[in-house]
């Protein structure tokens, strides 16, 4: 039996245009959409249905509305809200397996099609992290560690595998910031950095692999030995 197509209501286009909006970086995340005139004039539509348009996104998690502060974009896909969400519900040790997974093939293809414009981003990330270690500001280091991993990701050159490692961001952010409160991991994870960028630069596949094995088990033994802290 032929089914008569769906037809998307006002509602539903005007909230498909304005995530498209948002997953095209014309909206960052953090940043508080345009008001509800200037956007009737943008869609030609009522109050009403802007409004419905905003609940509906609100909903799906793209968006938040702050009390007196309007309406942020929170989130730039309906991916990242359901993968977010699930890692919340995961522990830190699936965290870095996932990490593992993703960044092992990242590095392997960084090392095959890097530039060298890219290994001097690759290289500014580090003394980030060396300038923040130096300030004692840990919150900076983790930015310029995601800086780092995320620069990998771009170099290997593979739309999916950034997006799926972009749209885990915020798991990423929250189990480092968990694991590297000690003075040592960090150092050590700079080590690990420079050793990697080497073997990156060198083309050195396997090797690059290997450095990013090494540096994600030593955050792995960190999650364990929290733990067993924990149940002491």
Not at 45 to 52: C, F, H, K, P
Not at 116 to 137: F, T
Not at 196 to 222: F, G, M, P
Request: proline content about 1%.
């Amino acid at each position: 039996m032929i089914k008569k197509p769906n037809r998307l209501t006002l509602v539903e286009q005007v909230a498909l245009q304005m995530e498209e909006l948002i997953e095209r970086g014309h909206w960052k995340i953090g940043v508080k959409i345009p008001s509800e005139k200037e956007l009737m004039q943008t869609f030609d539509v009522s109050r009403n249905t802007l409004r419905e348009a905003i609940r509906a996104l609100v909903h799906a998690g793209l968006l938040k509305s702050k009390q007196g502060k309007g309406t942020i974009v929170q989130s730039t896909s309906v991916l990242s809200v359901a993968l977010n969400k699930h890692m919340e519900k995961s522990g830190l040790l699936d965290t870095l397996e996932v990490r593992l997974a993703l960044e092992q093939k990242a590095a392997a293809l960084a090392a095959k099609r890097r530039t060298e414009d890219e290994l001097d981003e690759l290289e500014k990330c580090i003394d980030l992290g060396v300038e923040a270690l130096n300030k004692d500001n840990m919150d900076q280091f983790i930015q310029a560690d995601i800086s780092f991993h995320k620069t990998i990701l771009i170099m290997a050159d593979n739309r999916l595998l950034y997006d799926l490692y972009d749209y885990m961001t915020d798991s990423i952010y929250e189990s480092i910031s968990n694991i590297l409160s000690v003075d040592s991991l960090a150092s050590n994870e700079t080590r690990i950095h420079k050793e990697l960028l080497e073997a990156i630069r060198n083309q050195d596949s396997r090797k690059a692999e290997a450095y990013v094995n090494e540096y994600i088990t030593t955050l792995k033994h960190r999650v364990k030995q929290l733990e067993e802290e924990k149940d002491v």
